[in-house]
Each structure stands twice: as structure tokens, then as C-alpha cells.
């Protein structure tokens, strides 16, 4: 049904096409105005913002096709960004903020929050967000005033900026495939309508996924219809958005050490394109004391939301009063195979042979077809993995509004730009999840396996496993929760001269959140002979009731300087925070102390945009007093997860440099490139330790009288985890045939990382090479080529959470896990515009 929509608006667009101009070039207009993270009433350029922020040009995003949130930040310094797990989900940080996620990153669309809280647990802000050709260009602000104008983004703002209809009639219709099973179709079109501006657009898309799991990875898109009119003091805008989507999630694969001690491949497993999930672990029935349940692991990340966006101006006796009103109503599943650190068949079967009364040996068998597993070398490695297969069901209502009122005064010579706003956000929430345990061999699309325990007489005594699941509920949660956030927010960018200005801004935010959490408990199912259902974990049927209150404030202060109209210096210092989220209660039922975060940052950049090149260098620090930290690391003896939080202060000190050189009309060369030096502070604490043969492991650790050891840690001055100190990305391009063609490359370098506290497990740097290739064909027709990780390399982003972000437990071992970045692929796409 999606496919003959989108069939059929494509063959309107054509039906409407009438010619058009030639797209414009990727040269910087010095000219260029942003409109991110300040609220004054008149045009401020790119230049004389008293805050870092990076713009992503229309052309940019077509010469680049990012297939999601994570790829274009990949343009912004100071930004780490690990887009290896596909369109959702990703993993950023911001100038060493030590907050994973989207929790301090604001993710906004034409100035309104994507999502309020952006890190909601679960539900990361970039799977509520597609890119397509109604996004014209891309603003992100790095620090600075963020805190001031939106809620939980201390770390910065993401603002996509949405194609705006015109007083002609105008569109884009782009067709896109790939050698991964790609088929992409793209389409924008916008003009007046009985005195409106009405513009309509969006994209379907189907491909396997660059790793290959035996179904579609990604399917679905999503359109979009605006409707809007201009009065004679003020505008009115009315947006509808619908996605539906669904989209793999790539998680960590098997990896080894070459002779050199280098990242290495497995024995029969392709690191840049195989995966783990596969046909055998698609679909698994999960029992639980409610039921039989299906895990559905071919849904990934199965989106379906409808946005709402209502914005307004009106003008009035030298006032401005602007609002914007967004309701969004969305249910995401969220379905994926977990992998865990690859153990020998020997040991994992010992394992399961000393749970087993009488039990003497094992033998494992694969689920489908019951041939035997060669315990020292099947798949050439011998190995086996308790991986998890998790499920989460999150649905989410939420009413966003911004009511701003602005007006510029003139005092003397001076002036002031001042605005006074009132934010308001309410969010209902639900959220269940369970997972299970399967016992599984390693290699690509992995196959379940049948454990066996055997007595002396070699009789099978026990089985261990049930349909390949070695644990049944091995995670439960069911919550549901609301909130209602206020925030108060001024800002003041008060002119003292033509080359002076001081910008000021303050927020008071607070947020009051109810619900319930229902507790769980480990039972025996009890419904058969295996081991499997004896240790599930289910609800209790008793619910904890959350009613809590919170309450942070903000404040900043810029200092700018133009030197020339072209050339500019910034000083900037804010008081950040971060308050606590409904989704910080309602998918962690133990965290019961969460607190409110505050952050000192500060910045001063030096800037210059000229004809012939562009240049931005900014020094930042980032300071945080405490700041918590999490893992959830899996135990292999109990076969289940378990979670711990420490606090510390962190400091991070870093250069961002970014621009282009246009010595020529025919060549270019764009670059930015990030230094900095993120670490812990005074970070000293305490974890307990079992003993062993009845005594501590280490002579220094200390006994306890429950029976088990305390061992001290101290990781104070370590680097944080998974943040190179440096990475830098180089583009040159060249433009022939009198501008028609144009190609580029693009060198991208990341120094090397820990991936965990105790920077014990080393993840090594990397280079990725990629290419793109833009020909005009004609003024309205254009062609585009793109190559990604040309030389297919094994980039490693993130090491193995489940292992422990704290010690990792795979340090120094010859097999673990790490999510490399995706193999080379190949796209070429056609442009129309009309």
C-alpha cells in the first residue's frame, strides 16, 4: 500500500514539473543567516554569532544522501558520533559531555523540540526523526545558549530546517539505489493555492541492510503536508507529519587479533557486512507467567508517529509575538538480538554440567536439524554465546509549546534585542519490555543450539535449553508515567556599538512527573523439564507510585566582536543543567537518587568568511561536578544483566577547527577537526568482588562479612570512554565542465579510544575513504554517485557495554565484541527539479 502511495505522488510531481534552475554550488554565502538558539527580531549572520554553530547547506545534504540523524552530525566538530548502528539509535557526544545519546543533545524541527526530552530511555529522539528532501538545511549549535532556549541540551541543538513553499510553484523528486537492495524514492513540491502556501513531500524506501540479516532491514517512509498563509502583520503555518518505518538495529559482531595484535576477523565471519541476527533467531516464541508471547526481531525499530505543528507570528507596534504549538502521538517497538561476549563450547557446557545434580558431561546440538556441534573447532573457533533477545514497547503522547514575545529598543546610540518566553511540555508515556536468553554458535546469522547434560552412563539427565532459549525473562519492565514541564526563559542581544555586542540569557525550568513501576520477581514457570523457565524474571503484580518534582536554571553570557563584517571573535560562558526525565524513572525502576546535572561550559572562537575561504576555531571547556555513570553488564554465571551507577566529576578541554579554502573556481577543500582532552576527575569508590576457594582474589581487597570482598578503584584523571582525543575530517573537490561536474573525497580520521573507565580495553583509530560525485545533466536534471568506507575498513566505534563500561571484562581476551563502522557501499541517485 506505501509503495502505490508513493507511486502515485511521484507521478504528480511530474504531471506539475515545469523547468526549473540548476542547483546552486557549496560555496559559503558570507551572507548565510541562522536562526538556532537566539530570539532576536533581526537577521544575524553565521559570522556574528557569539556561539560555535555549524550550518549543513542544502547541496551539502545532497552531496553527502545521509541516510540519518548520526550521518549528518558526522560534519560537525566536537561532535563524536557513532552512526554504525543504522538509521536510529546512535550514540553521541558533544565537546567531552559525558551523556551518551540524545539525553544533552536537543533534536528540533523548524525551531520545535523533535522530542522534549531527546534521551527518553529506549526512545533516543533520532528514531523519531527521518532526513528526506523537505529538510532544505541543517543548523547545530555546540554549547553555547542551548540551555537557554530548549530543555535538556546542555550539550547543544540539532535544528532541521524544513522546506518553506514559495511564490511559484516548485518541487524535487530524487530516485535513489544501492547494492544493498536499495530502492529510494524522494519528493518535494510546494507553491501557492488560492492565496496559500501549500507544500507536500516525503520518501519510501526498501533495502536488506549493509549487513545482511536474511529479511528486509529497512522499510517504510513517511510524508509530510504543509499548509500555510502570510497576513499583513504576522503568518500562520499548519504541518502534519506521518512516519512509518521500520529499521534494523546493528549491534556489536565477533572479532579477534592478528598477529600484530590488530583488529581481525573471525574465522567465517565478515566484519564490515555480516551480523549476528539472522532467520533462526527472526522469530522465537517467549514464554512468561502471562503467556506465550512471539519476539519478533524482523520489526527492528518499528516506528509509527504522527506529528502536529501549529506556529504563528503576529506583529504589532514594534512587538513580536511568535508561537509554536507541536502535538506528536507515536508507538515504537524496538526488537533486537544482543550479543554477549563469545565463550569455548567446553566451558559454557561446564557451566550448565554444574548446575545439574549428577551431571558428569554435556554435549550441544544445533535446534534445527540436531547435528552435533564440534565443541573444539565448529566454525572454526569452538564458540558459543548466551545472546539476548530484548523487546521494547514504548508509546508516548506529548504537547510541546514555545510562546515568545520580542522587540527590538533603541537606547542612544546603543540597542537591545530583547525576548521574554514561556515553554510548556507535557508527556504520557508507556513502557514495557522483556527479553530471554538463547544459547547460539557464532558466526554470521547465527543458529540456535540444544544444551544436554549427561551422566556417567552417558544418559541424558538434563537439558538446559528449551527451543534454543537458555533463559526465559531474563529483563522485565512495565511502567507508565506523565509529566508537565514549565520553563521561563529572556534573553537580551543588547548592541553597545556597531563592532560590540553582549548577548544575555537565563531559563528556570521544573518538571513534575507521576506514575507507576511495576516490581518484578524471579519465579519458575514450571511449565517444562528444562532448565530454561526455572529462574524467569516476571511482574509481581505490585506497582511503586512516582510522584516527584524538580526544578534547574540556566544563564549565559556572550561577548562578540566584529573586527570586519567578515571577520569576528566570541566569548561566551553558561551555567548549564540537566533535570531529571520521566524516562530516567519509568525504564529503571532502581533509580531512586537521580538528580538534577549542572554543567559549566565555556567557549571563545575566532571567525572569518571570506569570498576565497571560510574559518571557524573555537576553544571550549566543559565542567561537570558529578556525573553519573552506568552499566549493565552481563554476569555469565548467573546468565542475566546487572546494573550499578557511580558518580564523578568530569572535565573535558578541546579546540574545534572547521572551514573551506576556495583558492579556485574549479577546486575546494572543506575540513574540520576536533582536539580535546576529555577526562574524570576525583573518580575513587568501592565494588564488591566474589570470593574465590573461600578467600579475596587480590591480597588487597577486603573481606566482608555477607560473604564476599570489597576491592577499591581508582580511575581518577582517566579519559572517558569511547571519546577520541583527536579525529579530523578532510574533503577536497574539484569542479569541471564549467561547474556541471563536481567530485569529491573525503578522508575521515578518528584517534584511538577506551571503551571503558578503567582504560583497560583499547579501541584502536581508524580512517574511513569515501567519495561522491555530482553531475548537472541539464539545468533541471542531475546526476549523484556515492561511495562509502572505500577501503572496507574494520573501524571499530564502540567496544562491548555488556562487558562492563566500568572493567571491561573482555580485556585481553583473543575473541570479543565491538560494533565496527558499515562495509564499503555504492549509491547513485537521480535529481528532478521542476
Excluded at 524514492?185 to 507553491?191: E, K, M, N
Excluded at 512495565?478 to 555586542?501: H, K, M, V
Excluded at 544483566?641 to 576556495?662: C, D, I, K, N, P
Excluded at 565494588?687 to 560473604?707: I, Q
Aim: glycine share 10%; hydrophobic share 35%.
Amino acid at each position: 500500500m506505501r509503495t502505490k502511495l508513493f507511486a502515485a505522488s511521484a507521478v504528480a510531481a511530474l504531471l506539475l514539473s515545469q523547468p526549473a534552475l540548476a542547483q546552486a554550488s557549496d560555496a559559503t554565502d558570507i551572507q548565510e543567516v541562522i536562526v538556532t538558539a537566539r530570539a532576536g527580531t533581526e537577521a544575524q549572520r553565521k559570522v556574528e554569532a557569539s556561539y560555535a554553530i555549524t550550518t549543513v547547506s542544502e547541496e551539502r545534504l545532497r552531496l553527502q544522501s545521509p541516510v540519518s540523524v548520526a550521518e549528518v552530525l558526522r560534519n560537525v566538530p566536537g561532535f563524536w558520533v557513532e552512526a554504525s548502528g543504522g538509521v536510529g539509535g546512535a550514540n553521541i557526544r558533544a565537546r567531552g559531555i559525558p551523556i551518551e545519546g540524545y539525553a544533552a543533545v536537543g533534536l528540533q524541527e523548524d525551531g520545535l523540540p523533535v522530542q522534549h526530552d531527546g534521551g527518553l530511555g529506549f526512545l533516543n529522539s533520532d528514531f523519531s526523526f527521518r532526513m528526506d528532501e523537505t529538510v532544505q538545511r541543517v543548523e547545530v549549535v555546540r554549547g553555547g545558549p542551548s540551555s537557554i532556549f530548549a530543555s535538556y541540551a546542555p550539550a547543544g541543538v540539532v535544528n532541521f530546517i524544513t522546506r518553506k513553499p514559495g511564490d511559484s510553484f516548485e518541487g524535487v523528486a530524487k530516485a535513489e539505489v544501492g547494492d544493498y537492495g536499495l530502492y529510494r524514492g524522494d519528493l518535494w513540491l510546494g507553491g501557492p493555492v488560492a492565496g496559500f502556501r501549500v507544500g507536500l513531500g516525503g520518501f519510501y524506501r526498501e533495502d536488506d541492510g549493509v549487513r545482511n540479516p536474511g529479511w528486509t532491514g529497512n522499510k517504510g517512509g513517511q510524508v509530510r503536508f504543509s499548509i500555510g498563509r502570510d497576513f499583513q502583520h504576522g503568518s500562520l503555518d499548519f504541518n502534519v507529519k506521518h512516519t512509518d518505518d521500520n529499521n534494523i538495529f546493528y549491534l556489536a559482531v565477533p572479532l579477534t587479533f592478528d598477529s600484530n595484535g590488530d583488529t581481525a576477523e573471525i574465522p567465517g565471519f565478515n566484519a564490515n557486512y555480516g551480523t549476528l541476527a539472522g532467520p533462526e533467531t527472526a522469530r522465537v516464541a517467549l514464554r512468561t507467567n502471562r503467556g506465550t508471547r512471539e519476539f519478533d526481531q524482523t520489526r527492528g525499530s518499528d516506528l509509527q508517529l504522527t506529528q502536529y505543528t501549529l506556529t504563528g507570528r503576529l506583529d504589532l507596534g514594534g512587538w513580536r509575538l511568535t508561537n509554536g504549538l507541536r502535538f506528536r502521538t507515536s508507538d515504537l517497538v524496538r526488537t533486537g538480538f544482543y550479543p554477549n561476549t563469545p565463550a569455548s563450547a567446553a566451558s559454557r557446557i561446564s557451566q550448565d554440567v554444574a548446575r545439574v545434580a549428577g551431571g558428569v558431561s554435556g554435549r550441544l546440538t544445533y535446534l534445527n536439524g540436531g547435528a552435533a556441534f564440534d565443541v573444539a573447532n565448529q566454525n572454526g573457533t569452538g564458540l558459543v554465546m548466551d545472546a539476548f533477545l530484548r523487546e521494547q514497547d514504548i508509546t508516548l503522547d506529548e504537547w510541546v509549546d514555545d510562546l515568545r514575545i520580542q522587540r527590538r529598543f533603541d537606547v542612544g546610540s546603543q540597542s537591545h534585542d530583547v525576548a521574554f518566553g514561556v515553554y510548556f511540555a507535557r508527556d504520557e508515556e508507556t513502557f514495557y519490555q522483556q527479553g530471554a536468553a538463547v544459547l547460539t554458535d557464532v558466526r554470521e546469522n547465527a543458529r540456535l543450539l540444544t544444551l544436554q547434560v549427561l551422566n556417567a552412563s552417558g544418559q541424558v539427565i538434563a537439558t538446559t535449553t528449551e527451543n534454543g532459549v537458555s533463559r526465559y525473562g531474563s529483563q522485565f519492565n512495565n511502567a507508565e508515567g506523565e509529566s508537565q514541564t514549565w520553563a521561563l526563559y529572556a534573553s537580551d542581544e543588547w548592541r553597545i556599538t556597531d563592532e560590540l555586542r553582549i548577548d544575555l540569557g537565563a531559563r528556570w525550568e521544573r518538571i513534575e512527573m507521576s506514575g507507576r513501576n511495576e516490581r518484578s520477581s524471579t519465579i519458575n514457570l514450571g511449565q517444562s523439564a528444562s532448565l530454561a523457565d526455572d529462574q524467569a524474571i516476571s511482574g509481581a503484580g505490585v506497582y511503586d507510585a512516582l510522584d516527584r518534582e524538580f526544578d534547574g536554571w540556566a544563564a549565559t553570557v556572550g561577548v562578540n566582536y566584529q573586527f570586519q563584517p567578515d571577520v569576528g571573535a566570541f566569548a561566551r560562558y553558561t551555567r548549564a543543567f540537566r533535570l531529571p526525565s520521566l524516562g530516567d524513572f519509568i525504564t529503571n525502576p532502581t533509580n531512586t537518587a537521580p538528580r538534577t546535572q549542572q554543567f559549566d561550559l565555556a567557549e571563545a572562537g575566532f571567525k572569518v568568511s571570506k569570498p576565497a575561504f571560510d574559518f571557524y576555531a573555537t576553544a571550549f571547556y566543559s565542567g561537570f561536578d558529578s556525573q553519573g555513570f552506568t552499566e549493565t553488564r552481563f554476569d555469565q554465571a548467573t546468565n542475566s544483566f546487572v546494573s550499578r551507577t557511580e558518580f564523578a566529576a568530569t572535565r573535558a578541554w578541546g579546540l574545534e577547527l572547521e572551514g573551506q579554502a576556495r583558492p579556485t573556481s574549479w577546486f575546494d577543500l572543506g575540513f574540520n577537526a576536533t582536539l580535546q582532552d576529555p577526562r574524570l576527575g576525583d573518580f575513587i569508590f568501592n565494588e564488591r568482588v566474589a570470593r574465590v576457594g573461600g578467600a579475596c582474589p587480590l591480597p588487597s581487597d577486603t573481606p566482608t562479612a555477607v560473604g564476599d570482598c570489597l576491592r577499591s578503584r581508582d580511575f581518577s584523571n582517566n579519559l572517558l570512554i569511547r571519546t577520541p582525543k583527536v579525529s579530523t575530517r578532510i574533503r577536497p573537490a574539484v569542479n569541471l565542465l564549467d561547474g556541471r561536474l563536481r567530485l569529491e573525497a573525503e578522508w575521515q580520521w578518528y584517534g584511538k579510544r577506551y571503551s571503558d573507565l578503567a582504560n583497560t580495553t583499547v579501541i584502536p583509530e581508524y580512517q574511513l575513504i569515501n567519495a561522491q560525485v555530482r553531475y548537472n545533466i541539464s539545468e533541471s536534471l542531475a546526476a549523484y554517485a556515492y561511495g562509502t568506507n572505500l577501503t572496507n575498513e574494520i573501524g571499530l566505534t564502540e567496544g562491548n557495554p555488556r562487558a562492563g563500561q566500568f572493567v571491561s571484562g573482555e580485556a585481553g581476551a583473543r575473541y570479543y565484541l565491538a560494533r565496527p563502522e558499515l562495509g564499503r557501499t555504492f549509491r547513485a541517485a537521480l535529481l528532478y527539479r521542476f
